[in-house]
């Protein structure tokens, strides 16, 4: 939650239409995959999505690293995931790139918020 926090905060104290910018950067990265996707320029695309999906990215802040082997999951007649969660599994479920990821994306939020906040000084 601190780092949503400090992430939205950026523009909620840098800008007068903070939603604009939060929206125009979510939906640009996604038009920015799409365009290298689409003009094969995979290795940009690979490079722009570190950002969301690399091992010290926002995911990895946010939730760890779960690699294949923990997305062991049987899919139920009802539709419903099922996990068996097995001891190569939990092995599997990396806290360690959370523990160097997480506090990484603090500090960068944080130094962004200062940064932002410096408009509003007198």
């Known amino acids: 939650p601190t780092i949503g926090y400090l992430l939205t905060s950026i523009a909620v104290i840098g800008s007068d239409h903070p939603w604009r ?5 979510v939906i640009g990265y996604g038009i920015l995959l799409s365009v290298f996707s689409s003009f094969g320029m995979q290795d940009l695309a690979i490079a722009l999505k570190t950002i969301s999906d690399g091992s010290l990215g ?22 419903s995931a099922h996990p068996r969660m097995t001891a190569e599994m939990a092995d599997s479920l990396k806290l360690s790139t959370w523990i160097f990821a997480m506090p990484l994306w603090i500090i960068g939020s944080a130094i962004a918020v200062t940064i932002a906040s410096y408009r509003h000084r007198e």
């Open 21 to 25: 910018w939060i929206g125009g950067i």
């Open 58 to 79: 926002i995911k990895a802040a946010l939730f760890g690293t779960v690699t294949e082997a923990a997305r062991g999951m049987v899919i139920g007649a009802a539709g």
